[in-house]
């Protein structure tokens, strides 16, 4: 079972911290880059820099629950709902093609 998890590339597990700007103050997030490519994947979906997905997002935060205690840890659990819905889609979409045959 570990195999799984022991095997995968170290890069994935490496964090990486960047600098941008979130409602006119400098930050710094650090991520590891599994999720940096995540949330690079997403803000593509979306047309957006990975910049401009990360201010939006904050700000639609910020409206719905008037702050974010730990930005971080939002990305990182977006970034498994995001996962999530994605292999859940690619599964219905398997179900319809075994349906089909």
Known sequence: MCTLFAHQPARDYES???SLRIGGH???IRLEMSFWDTLEEIAASQGLSIAKFLTTLHDEVLDHHG???NFASLLRCSCLIY?????????????MLDAAE
Request: with cysteine; net charge positive.
């Open 83 to 95: 996962r999530s819905r994605s292999a859940a889609a690619i599964d219905r979409g398997t179900a």
């Open 26 to 28: 400098c930050t710094s």
């Open 67 to 69: 702050e974010v205690s």
């Open 16 to 18: 990486q911290t960047r």
